[in-house]
Each structure stands twice: as C-alpha cells, then as structure tokens.
C-alpha cells in the first residue's frame, strides 16, 4: 500500500502504511524486509524535504546491507544518501 501512495505522491500516507508494515511484521526478522521499509520511508522523508529524517532512515537501512554483505546494495543506499545530502545543499559531503 506504502508503494501506491509513494506513486501517487502522497508521502504522509505513504508513511503511515510503512510504520503499519513495520509494526505488523516485528516478528518475520528479516533484514531485507527491515532495509526495504527504512529505504522506502526515507524516500518518503526526502520527498517531504525531511532531510535528517530522511539521511538518518537511509543511514540505518546501510548498516543493513553492511551486515548482508551486499556490495549492490551498500552502493544503492550510498547513492540515496548522497541524493539526500545533495538536496540539503550539503555538495561537500
């Protein structure tokens, strides 16, 4: 549901249905499931102009892919960062 509102650009939704699924699935444990739903909020963060939210979610989601040891991954979310960064007006970093 989070991804529908993501596409209708409707991110206060959107973020609502991502903590609903990060609440619902607590028990499953799988970091794929975690890194997926911290990336998609902080997408949703980004859009709303929620930066430190936003660098913050995706900053939790690579310590998750660090630990899965999966350099696509670690490369995707270092460019989601970057794009945060680039947004806040931060081109040193």
Do not use: C, H
Request: hydrophobic share 45%; charged share 25%; no cysteine.
């Amino acid at each position: 549901m989070g991804s529908i509102y993501t596409d209708a650009r409707d991110y206060r939704r959107a973020l609502e249905f991502y903590r609903r699924a990060g609440e619902a699935l607590t028990q499953v444990a799988d970091p794929a499931v975690e890194l997926a739903q911290l990336n998609n909020m902080a997408n949703a963060y980004l859009e709303l102009g929620q930066f430190a939210e936003a660098e913050d979610g995706f900053r939790k989601a690579l310590a998750i892919a660090l630990d899965m040891k999966s350099p696509t991954l670690e490369a995707r979310i270092l460019t989601n960062i970057a794009s945060v960064q680039l947004a806040a007006g931060q081109v040193q970093e």
